[in-house]
C-alpha cells in the first residue's frame, strides 16, 4: 500500500514538473521592426510586446501595443497604429536611414 501510495507521489510529481517545464516563457525576437514575443513551449500562451511597421498610404507607420493570447483566444489587445510620427515609404537612402534607425534603437532597447 505504501509503495503504491509513492509510485503514485512521484508519477504527480513528474507531471507537475513536465507541465511548469512546457509553461516557461520562451523570448523570442522578430525581425518585423523590434517586436518582442513570449510563449511557452508548449502553445499554452503567447504574449507579444508588437513594435512592428505598417505600410498605409505609402507612409510607414509603427504598429505598437501588447497582445495576449491563451490557447489561441485573444484576451488582451492594446494594438495601435502611431499616425503621429509617418515616414515616407519612398525609397530615398534619407528615409531608409530613417527607418532602419528606427528599428536598431527598438532593437537595442
Not at 13 to 42: C, H, N, Q
Not at 69 to 86: A, F, K, M, R, S
Request: glycine content about 4%; charged content about 25%; proline content about 5%.
Amino acid at each position: 500500500m505504501k509503495s503504491q501510495r509513492r509510485k503514485f507521489l512521484i508519477i504527480i510529481l513528474v507531471i507537475i514538473a513536465f507541465a511548469a517545464f512546457m509553461l516557461i516563457p520562451r523570448k523570442r525576437y522578430l525581425k518585423d521592426g523590434g517586436t518582442i514575443r513570449y510563449e511557452s513551449l508548449w502553445p499554452f500562451y503567447c504574449v507579444e510586446h508588437r513594435h512592428r511597421i505598417h505600410v498605409e498610404n505609402d507612409c510607414l507607420y509603427f504598429e505598437t501595443g501588447t497582445l495576449v493570447t491563451v490557447l489561441g483566444t485573444e484576451v488582451y489587445n492594446d494594438l495601435h497604429v502611431d499616425y503621429d510620427n509617418p515616414m515616407p515609404a519612398g525609397s530615398s537612402p534619407e528615409d531608409m536611414d530613417r527607418v532602419e534607425n528606427a528599428i536598431e534603437f527598438s532593437i537595442s532597447e
